[in-house]
């Protein structure tokens, strides 16, 4: 039997939560969806990015997987600014040996964030 993936905390929760408002404010014109532990933008019904959001083993966010279109352009901007939506990264590499490229970003674990 194979072992489940640690659950976001409630607060991990909440903290998407505010990530969806402030992308809803800065950006009204596009579709954002959370659906449990991920987030995905869409303009015109068509998809952006998909974030999904994986928890360590307090159930803080410990690392996002982003999916969709211009992965290099967000690499780069995760790169030069540290962050992702307001979190602070570790490190940051486009994985490409799966069914579809995206891009791993470890996050820096925000202790406020546990369960």
Known sequence: MF???PLLSKKAHDKIETIVKLIKQS???LEVI???GD???SSNGKLIN???FYA???GSIESIAVYGADLHANLQAV???GNILGLKVKEAKIDNEGF???LDVNLIIDNTLRN
Do not use: C, H, L, M
């Open 3 to 5: 072992g489940s993936a």
């Open 56 to 58: 360590s083993t307090d």
């Open 39 to 41: 987030v995905s933008i």
């Open 34 to 36: 959370k659906e449990r």
């Open 27 to 29: 950006s009204p014109q």
């Open 100 to 102: 579809e490229d995206y």
């Open 79 to 81: 790169n030069q600014t």
């Open 50 to 52: 998909r974030f999904d």
